[in-house]
């Protein structure tokens, strides 16, 4: 009876300690769920952070605009037409953000004629909501204006030297161009020659229409734009 009872003491110690392992193995597994799962929402929110709290600073090459040049101006030249912008801000709107997005305005509007240096400002770089503009380089611009004036110059017509011996000039219409430009450049200019006449010509009289050549006066206007030329052959 005694050996009997030991037995069955023995098989409930076996079945209580099978039950506690049992317990611990889902208490351990259920734990690293918890932990794995904390883990994983940890990982979570740190992506989250660096890419749309984070932030970061990027460049952009972005073209330059001039606005509010004084009535009776015209700009000639500037030392560089594109400035690099450093721009800072949360990653989600700098991962989206191009040069378009970007402006870059001086007011001219109290530069005087001649040689000037305009400063680049951060309140010069317009950007979208949300970022800040860190730096501009160059942050200056050297922009050369001069008085905008009219002038009728006398035109000329210019024969290409191909039909030099077998065409001359019969006549051209008008005789004069209004040429508005630089004070600087038309001052001293009397005459205004057309693009060398040219073409495949093969009658007795040829009747053309040559634009007039105001390129290298950086002509805003020139009117008209073009003469009506009358060529005749030679010896005939």
């Not at 001219?108 to 503009?133: A, H, M, N």
């Not at 008085?147 to 000039?169: C, G």
């Not at 004070?183 to 200019?189: D, G, S, Y």
């Amino acid at each position: 009876m005694r050996e009997g009872n030991s037995g069955r003491g023995e098989k409930t110690g076996s079945s209580d300690k099978g039950r506690f392992f049992m317990v611990q193995a889902k208490r351990y597994l259920f734990y690293e769920i918890r932990l794995k799962a904390l883990a994983l929402m940890l990982s979570l929110m740190l992506w989250f952070s660096m890419t749309y709290v984070g932030e970061s600073k990027m460049g952009f090459l972005v073209p330059l605009s001039f606005e509010n040049l004084g009535k009776g101006m015209i700009m000639r030249e500037t030392d560089t037409r594109n400035v690099m912008i450093t721009v800072n801000g949360p990653l989600a709107a700098l991962k989206n953000l191009k040069a378009d997005d970007i402006k870059v305005s001086l007011n001219l509007s109290r530069v005087r004629e001649g040689r000037q240096i305009i400063s680049i400002r951060k309140w010069d770089v317009i950007v979208p909501s949300g970022l800040k503009v860190e730096d501009a380089r160059p942050d200056y611009v050297v922009v050369e204006l001069d008085k905008l004036v009219e002038k009728h110059l006398r035109i000329i017509v210019k024969l290409d030297k191909r039909w030099a011996n077998t065409y001359e000039v019969a006549s051209w219409y008008p005789a004069y161009a209004e040429v508005e430009g630089p004070r600087e450049l038309l001052e001293k200019e009397t005459v205004l020659e057309t693009l060398p006449v040219n073409g495949n010509f093969t009658r007795q009289q040829e009747v053309l229409n040559i634009p007039l050549d105001a390129k290298s006066l950086e002509a805003r206007r020139v009117a008209p734009a073009t003469a009506r030329v009358i060529l005749r052959r030679i010896g005939r």
